[in-house]
């Protein structure tokens, strides 16, 4: 009884450690791994990044309240949604008369990835940082739109002169281009995630590759 006992554990053992093997290489599916992307992405609303506005030489703050990875079709979607504000303005009603709110779509294939780096901040030491990426060509889809308020409170006797409201998009600053470089922001507090992060994007190129091209290098 005695040997039968030993020779049972090891048996045991031999069989754990394979599933546990076979645990850390299970893949993901492109799914999950957008999943995963996404849930990162979501890191940063209510966090802030300063952007470079080189058309006036001047620095803004944004921060972001939206920050999302999914699926569109056969290709990835980036959607990004900042303003100028930390909070929404003064209340659901009037707002100071420079808050803006940007909205940024961009749509790419990952399997036109070549290169991933780390963009470098205006101010270092901010908790947003952003993925660079770079593809083939100008093969992705940037959208940007842009909300502001359009009116002004003139009477003096209103509790809210001087301030405006209905905010509208603004269809004249619209911007619609092809691209070559896209961006992803994410929560560069936790110094790991751009590798997580790169890791992912990488990992979802060549399972793309793989499904547009079975018989590709």
């Known amino acids: ?28 599916t492109k799914e999950e791994t957008i999943n995963y992307l996404n849930k990162k992405a979501n890191e ?23 920050n999302r990875v999914s699926l569109s079709g056969e290709n990835l979607r980036f959607d990004q949604r900042r303003r100028n504000y930390k909070n929404d303005g003064y209340g659901d009603t009037t707002y100071p008369c420079d808050f803006v709110i940007q909205e940024h779509e961009t749509i790419l294939n990952p399997a036109h990835i070549v290169a991933i780096d780390h963009e470098v901040n205006v101010i270092s030491g901010e908790p947003i940082g952003t993925l660079k990426i770079t593809l083939v060509n100008n093969v992705a889809q940037r959208n940007i739109n842009f909300f502001a308020p359009t009116k002004k409170v003139t009477n003096e006797n209103h509790s809210h002169y001087g301030e ?54």
């Open 1 to 28: 009884m005695k040997t039968s006992i030993r020779c049972v554990i090891p048996i045991a053992l031999f069989f754990f450690c394979v599933m546990i093997c076979q645990a850390q290489n299970a893949t993901l």
């Open 164 to 217: 405006c409201h209905e905010i509208r998009e603004y269809p004249q600053h619209r911007v619609s281009e092809s691209v070559k470089v896209v961006y992803l922001s994410y929560l560069q507090s936790d110094p790991s995630n751009f590798n997580k992060l790169k890791k992912a994007l990488e990992y979802l190129r060549d399972l793309m590759k793989a499904e547009d091209d079975p018989f590709g290098e």
């Open 44 to 66: 940063v609303v209510g966090h802030y990044r300063t952007i470079r506005d080189v058309s006036v030489a001047q620095n803004f703050t944004y921060y972001y309240t939206e």
